[in-house]
């Protein structure tokens, strides 16, 4: 999609304006970006966003290319931006790009020429690496002489204020959100969705399009859901053999284990590989601006001294200890309290089913309801907890995604896996724990399905969404018209969800798997559909995401290394509980207290086992590392360098104004040559 723009002509109103760079001109531009505005926009507004964004930086602007839309009446502005300007604000942003020696170097825009593809800055920086470039260039506008918004006076404006947010917390900029190109994601799909190959997908090109948080999860899912195929086989296996139940549930539980150590440690190589790849393994990190709804009295940064909202923490951690964590607290209780109620009505259905011997399938309703009742806790405190975090004020979007994760995270814990612990080790009813275990996960996999898919798409259709009615004319449509019906979709809720979704099945598959070994096949026919479903709705009910730099899976890493130590645990108490075990205690007089003893032992000597497994596995491939030293000792040795070049040039400059002011003589100028060598080589 790319909107003719002649070359020869001014730019005006109607068109795109002009690039900074006249190098950069050309006779077509992609629009990269959307911005939507208020219906009945104040049209000196729209002129003066325009005027700020196509500004140069050094008066506050943004040096990008804008066009007002399908007239200049109208309330859209599609943003792109010249090839110099990608790369200046890529080298800025601390992009790293594979270099000519074939290694991965933070770009520099003065050495352009020497990394790969750089020439042709479509090939060179992917679609949503240059959509991300944008959004960042459109944040760093910055109030510079205004005192208000142009149009609306009573809407004012403090010095160096982020106008782009400004906008959107005064409701003034709608909505913004970066463009689909149809004939890459037609490709994509046909290669992702579409493809017969039940699990491997095109990550690279996931990369390219959505960006490396999108990719990252896509890959943890596909590695997650065949490191599970082992797993399944090897449980069907355990349940296939002719031996008694403990030694099945021995044997499964050390390859339990031992599979979930190596499995993260694999992931952790694996992402180092991938974040290299693709660059975002050393990205520089940046001051975060603050979040858009973050408030509070004006004050200085004193770091970037800025004129920024200040909120005292004191005031947020009061709001945390005094406010979130005893809501926290309260809906713990609430799920607590469910979990009593279920007990009680299995004990009830029991008994009943005892006297009639009839409706066996009722066994299984006090399951089914309290799975329900658990879904329904876990959306309700996730909206919860979303209003909490919002109104703890955090500054920055990542302190703020963090708790928002830690609060979801505690409670989704306790209300999922509660029930299984006490049936474990107070009930100690393994029988009910295997109809628990498989209740769970059918009827929490089904409703999971539902949610993530059918609901999207019946909100789309509910809705009237303008561009499923008029599919058949969107052909022939103004490509405005395309541009606004991506618009229109649901804004992409994120990955939190499917990374919580596949935190809870890993934790089935570490803690409990070893009394129901089933688990791992249930979850690989789910993740097959998760992938394509996922894959569907990304590329066509959502809007498209922008990019965000992913190294690796984040804070989840360390939740899924904390289920498997406490899977080791888990995995010992169950086999301690067993009635084979207390009857082979019972037999050979081992009173309680010694198999505690043993078993905290075996406990032990597992998790020694497992701590020397993470400590062999490297978590950086070697090759990985290599490259790594060697960019890092080429830049060092090339800092040295430039220093001793410096130095050098200094010391001359200062000789020849001592010799020319007659203050040293020729033989002093020599021995303050051979000082300044001396200082070179202490330098190196």
């Given at each position: 999609?790319?909107f003719?723009?002649?070359?020869?002509?001014?730019?005006?109103?109607?068109?795109?304006?002009?690039?900074?760079?006249?190098?950069?001109?050309?006779?077509?531009?992609?629009?990269?970006?959307?911005?939507?505005?208020?219906?009945?926009?104040?049209?000196?507004?729209?002129?003066?966003?325009m005027?700020?964004?196509?500004?140069?930086k050094?008066?506050g602007?943004?040096?990008?290319?804008?066009?007002p839309?399908?007239?200049d009446?109208?309330?859209?502005?599609?943003?792109?931006?010249?090839?110099?300007?990608?790369?200046?604000?890529a080298?800025?942003?601390?992009?790293?790009?594979?270099?000519?020696?074939?290694?991965?170097?933070?770009?520099?825009?003065?050495?352009?020429r020497?990394f790969?593809?750089?020439?042709?800055?479509?090939?060179?920086l992917?679609?949503?690496?240059?959509?991300?470039?944008?959004?960042?260039?459109?944040?760093?506008i910055?109030a510079v002489?205004e005192?208000?918004?142009?149009?609306?006076?009573t809407k004012?404006?403090y010095?160096?204020e982020?106008?782009?947010?400004?906008?959107?917390?005064?409701?003034?900029?709608?909505?913004f959100?970066?463009?689909?190109?149809?004939?890459m994601l037609?490709?994509?799909?046909?290669r992702?969705?579409?493809?017969r190959?039940?699990?491997?997908?095109?990550?690279?090109?996931?990369?390219?399009?959505?960006g490396g948080?999108?990719?990252?999860y896509f890959?943890?899912l596909?590695f997650?859901?065949?490191?599970?195929?082992?797993m399944?086989?090897?449980?069907t296996?355990?349940?296939s053999?002719?031996?008694?139940?403990?030694?099945k549930c021995i044997?499964?539980?050390?390859?339990?284990?031992?599979?979930?150590?190596?499995?993260m440690?694999?992931?952790k190589?694996h992402?180092?590989?991938?974040s290299?790849?693709?660059g975002?393994?050393q990205?520089?990190?940046?001051?975060?601006?603050?979040?858009?709804?973050?408030k509070?009295?004006?004050?200085?940064?004193?770091?970037?001294h800025?004129?920024?909202?200040?909120?005292?923490a004191?005031?947020?951690?009061?709001k945390?200890?005094l406010?979130?964590v005893?809501?926290l607290?309260?809906?713990?209780?609430f799920?607590?309290?469910?979990?009593?109620?279920?007990?009680?009505?299995?004990?009830?259905?029991?008994?009943f089913?005892?006297e009639?011997?009839?409706?066996?399938?009722a066994?299984?309703?006090?399951?089914?309801l309290?799975?329900?009742?658990?879904?329904?806790?876990n959306?309700?405190?996730?909206?919860?907890?979303?209003?909490?975090?919002?109104?703890?004020?955090?500054?920055l979007?990542?302190?703020?995604?963090?708790h928002?994760?830690?609060?979801?995270?505690v409670?989704?814990?306790?209300?999922?896996?509660?029930?299984?612990?006490?049936?474990?080790?107070?009930?100690?009813?393994?029988?009910l724990?295997?109809?628990?275990?498989?209740?769970?996960l059918?009827?929490t996999?089904?409703?999971?399905?539902?949610?993530?898919?059918?609901?999207?798409?019946?909100y789309?259709?509910?809705?009237?969404?303008?561009?499923?009615l008029?599919?058949?004319?969107?052909?022939?449509?103004?490509?405005?018209?395309?541009?606004?019906?991506?618009?229109?979709?649901?804004s992409?809720?994120?990955?939190?969800?499917?990374?919580?979704?596949?935190?809870?099945?890993?934790s089935?598959?570490?803690?409990?798997?070893?009394?129901?070994?089933?688990?791992?096949?249930?979850?690989?026919v789910n993740?097959?559909?998760?992938?394509?479903?996922?894959?569907?709705?990304?590329?066509h009910?959502f809007?498209?995401?922008?990019?965000?730099a992913?190294?690796?899976?984040g804070?989840w890493?360390?939740?899924?290394?904390?289920?498997?130590?406490?899977?080791?645990i888990?995995?010992?108490?169950?086999?301690?509980?067993?009635?084979q075990v207390?009857?082979?205690?019972?037999?050979n007089n081992?009173?309680?207290?010694?198999?505690?003893?043993w078993?905290?032992g075996?406990?032990?000597?597992?998790?020694?086992?497992?701590?020397?497994?993470?400590?062999v596995?490297?978590?950086?491939?070697?090759?990985?590392?290599?490259?790594?030293?060697?960019?890092?000792?080429?830049?060092?040795?090339?800092?040295?360098?430039?220093l001793?070049?410096?130095?050098?040039g200094?010391?001359?400059?200062?000789?020849?104004?001592?010799?020319?002011?007659?203050?040293?003589?020729?033989?002093d100028s020599?021995?303050s040559?051979?000082?300044?060598?001396n200082?070179?080589?202490?330098?190196?």
């Amino acid at each position: 999609m790319f909107f003719l723009m002649d070359p020869k002509e001014p730019a005006t109103m109607g068109s795109w304006t002009r690039a900074t760079c006249k190098c950069c001109t050309s006779s077509a531009v992609q629009p990269l970006v959307a911005l939507e505005l208020i219906e009945n926009i104040n049209m000196e507004t729209k002129q003066w966003l325009m005027s700020r964004i196509q500004a140069e930086k050094t008066v506050g602007g943004a040096e990008l290319m804008v066009h007002p839309g399908e007239d200049d009446d109208g309330n859209m502005l599609l943003v792109s931006a010249s090839q110099h300007v990608l790369l200046r604000t890529a080298e800025v942003l601390g992009l790293y790009k594979l270099y000519k020696d074939g290694s991965m170097v933070s770009f520099s825009y003065r050495d352009r020429r020497n990394f790969q593809n750089s020439v042709n800055v479509n090939e060179f920086l992917t679609l949503a690496e240059r959509q991300f470039i944008i959004l960042r260039a459109l944040e760093n506008i910055k109030a510079v002489d205004e005192k208000y918004i142009p149009g609306y006076p009573t809407k004012a404006l403090y010095p160096g204020e982020v106008i782009f947010n400004r906008l959107q917390k005064i409701k003034i900029l709608h909505t913004f959100y970066p463009l689909h190109d149809e004939e890459m994601l037609n490709e994509l799909g046909t290669r992702w969705y579409s493809h017969r190959n039940l699990t491997l997908q095109p990550i690279d090109s996931i990369y390219r399009y959505f960006g490396g948080s999108v990719a990252m999860y896509f890959s943890f899912l596909e590695f997650f859901t065949c490191s599970l195929m082992p797993m399944a086989i090897f449980g069907t296996i355990v349940v296939s053999l002719s031996m008694d139940t403990i030694d099945k549930c021995i044997l499964f539980s050390v390859f339990n284990i031992i599979w979930s150590t190596v499995v993260m440690e694999l992931w952790k190589r694996h992402s180092f590989v991938l974040s290299y790849t693709w660059g975002t393994m050393q990205m520089n990190s940046q001051f975060e601006e603050p979040r858009v709804d973050y408030k509070g009295p004006m004050g200085k940064n004193p770091i970037t001294h800025r004129y920024q909202p200040y909120y005292p923490a004191w005031k947020r951690k009061m709001k945390i200890w005094l406010v979130s964590v005893p809501i926290l607290c309260l809906f713990l209780a609430f799920s607590l309290y469910g979990m009593f109620i279920f007990f009680r009505a299995e004990a009830w259905v029991k008994a009943f089913h005892s006297e009639n011997s009839c409706w066996a399938c009722a066994l299984y309703l006090p399951s089914i309801l309290h799975t329900l009742y658990v879904t329904g806790m876990n959306v309700l405190y996730k909206t919860v907890a979303k209003v909490l975090t919002e109104w703890e004020n955090h500054r920055l979007e990542s302190s703020f995604q963090n708790h928002l994760t830690i609060k979801v995270l505690v409670f989704r814990f306790v209300n999922c896996f509660a029930a299984l612990f006490y049936i474990s080790f107070y009930l100690q009813d393994l029988e009910l724990l295997r109809k628990k275990l498989a209740s769970l996960l059918v009827l929490t996999q089904i409703i999971s399905q539902f949610i993530e898919t059918l609901v999207p798409y019946l909100y789309k259709t509910v809705n009237g969404n303008r561009t499923h009615l008029k599919k058949a004319t969107m052909e022939n449509a103004p490509e405005i018209d395309k541009i606004k019906s991506q618009g229109q979709m649901t804004s992409f809720p994120g990955m939190f969800d499917e990374y919580m979704e596949l935190f809870v099945q890993f934790s089935y598959v570490s803690l409990f798997s070893c009394i129901y070994p089933l688990t791992a096949i249930l979850i690989v026919v789910n993740n097959i559909t998760e992938i394509r479903m996922d894959a569907l709705k990304l590329c066509h009910l959502f809007r498209k995401p922008f990019i965000s730099a992913a190294a690796n899976i984040g804070v989840w890493q360390t939740a899924f290394e904390m289920i498997g130590f406490l899977s080791v645990i888990t995995n010992c108490l169950l086999i301690s509980i067993s009635p084979q075990v207390e009857e082979y205690c019972a037999e050979n007089n081992i009173t309680s207290k010694d198999a505690l003893i043993w078993t905290v032992g075996v406990e032990h000597a597992l998790l020694a086992i497992k701590i020397i497994l993470a400590f062999v596995i490297p978590d950086i491939p070697q090759w990985v590392k290599l490259r790594i030293d060697r960019v890092e000792y080429q830049s060092l040795q090339a800092l040295k360098h430039k220093l001793a070049e410096a130095d050098k040039g200094h010391s001359r400059e200062t000789e020849e104004k001592e010799i020319w002011s007659g203050e040293i003589t020729q033989s002093d100028s020599t021995e303050s040559s051979l000082q300044t060598s001396n200082r070179q080589l202490k330098l190196l």
